[in-house]
């Protein structure tokens, strides 16, 4: 009965390399995140998603693309791995439409480590 | 652009002790929604509480309490009687409520306190 879920929770890679990481929702939310926090614990929002359709947009390199085949599933796709992109990563959702009004859920997160 | 600041890099208590999280945030939404989130060892972030700009009401659940205060662009977080599980980095978060503009449906995280509470 997992309410944000992401798979996997460790990813170890090297430079150069593509992934993905998975997220998926089961609380019928119709808003989902990303969200990466690096070494010293800060937070920052990268993506959002609105019934699969992108609404945020933080400054983020290129290489990272976000998808989402459904309103219940976001995925980060991360093409040509760099050091810098070492981080744990996080996945949100909220309830509605109207996003700010509404708490996000945090998945458990999934931490990437570039060699 | 909003912002968000957490003080206290690290505070350290023994058990039993009560202890205040500062949160001050800024913003200029008229609207706007403030939170704390719980960061235990395990790594996961857990919602703790959420309140409106236009609630000034203190709210408490358990141990836990809050003090939310417009006029100081404060919203501070007191443990009451600490115990070791409540060992975590507490984040303050802010989101901003006016529609259409660039801190709409964004958390903005202040830096986060670790909290260690000794037994």
């Known amino acids: 009965d997992t309410a944000v879920s992401q798979t996997p929770k460790y990813l170890v890679t090297q430079m150069g390399n593509d992934k993905s990481i998975k997220c998926e929702q089961n609380l019928g939310h119709d808003t989902m995140y990303w969200y990466k926090q690096d070494s010293k614990k800060f937070l920052k929002i990268m993506f959002s998603y609105n019934n699969k359709e992108l609404i945020i947009n933080e400054t983020v390199p290129n290489r990272f693309s976000p998808k989402s085949p459904d309103k219940a599933h976001l995925n980060l796709h991360i093409n040509s791995l760099e050091l810098g992109d070492s981080a744990v990563y996080f996945c949100a959702s909220s309830l509605r439409t109207s996003g700010a009004t509404d708490t996000q859920y945090f998945g458990p997160g999934t931490r990437l480590t570039v060699l | 652009a909003q912002k968000v600041t957490q003080a206290q890099t690290e505070i350290s208590v023994v058990e039993k002790e009560d202890v205040t999280l500062d949160c001050v945030y800024e913003?200029?939404?008229?609207?706007?929604?403030l939170f704390w989130y719980k960061q235990p060892p395990s790594g996961e972030l857990v919602f703790l509480i959420r309140r409106n700009s236009f609630d000034e009401q203190n709210e408490i659940s358990g141990r836990y309490s809050w003090n939310f205060q417009k006029s100081t662009s404060s919203f501070n977080f007191t443990i009451t009687a600490s115990q070791v599980v409540d060992s975590a980095v507490y984040f303050c978060?802010?989101?901003?409520?006016?529609?259409?503009?660039?801190?709409?449906?964004?958390?903005?995280f202040g830096q986060g306190t670790i909290l260690t509470v000794h037994p």
């Open positions: 913003t200029r939404d008229t609207t706007y929604y």
């Open positions: 978060a802010l989101s901003g409520g006016n529609a259409g503009g660039t801190s709409y449906g964004k958390l903005t």
